[in-house]
């Protein structure tokens, strides 16, 4: 019996391993994702998000939250592993201001964190957002949450 349970674990592991993000690909995604933000491309912003499954509202809300900082003094962009709990919250089906349930429609395996640097007169400040981000397809995205069943 622990033999199948190692066995299964380890061919699970390589299987992650196997079709995770290279490190010239993340370097890549957070890049292109800092120069769209910087440059106010909301269309490449847009670009990053996976909607395949998600509502047209739930896909306007995202693309109106990646949006929100575009132009802005950008501190630092980068992809992170998340801890333990924010995985969890990840995979677990939560509930959207509409009342209804939302998951993600893959398991993200990365999370961008953003710093803008904001100043207005003589005061000054950072705000850091945070987005799940898991490979589709072979390419780094941004998944949009789909109606949970």
């Known amino acids: 019996m622990n033999t199948r349970y190692f066995t299964t674990a380890l061919l699970t592991a390589f299987s992650l391993a196997a079709h995770a993000a290279t490190p010239e690909q993340e370097k890549a995604f957070v890049e292109s994702y800092k120069k769209a933000l910087e440059s106010n491309d ?3 912003l847009a670009a990053f998000l996976y909607t395949d499954g998600a509502a047209k509202e739930t896909v306007e809300f ?3 939250m ?5 132009g802005k003094k950008v501190a630092s962009v980068e992809l992170v592993t998340p801890s333990k709990e924010e995985m969890a919250k990840f995979n677990k089906p939560m509930e959207m201001p509409d009342g209804k349930k939302y998951k993600m429609p893959f398991a993200p395996t990365k999370q961008l964190v953003v710093v803008i640097e904001e100043k207005s007169g003589e005061s000054s400040g950072k705000s850091t957002s945070k987005s799940p981000v898991g490979e589709k397809n072979g390419k780094l995205v941004i998944p949009v949450p789909v109606p949970a069943k």
């Open 42 to 44: 909301t269309k490449a």
């Open 62 to 64: 995202f693309t109106m």
């Open 66 to 70: 990646q949006t929100v900082n575009a």
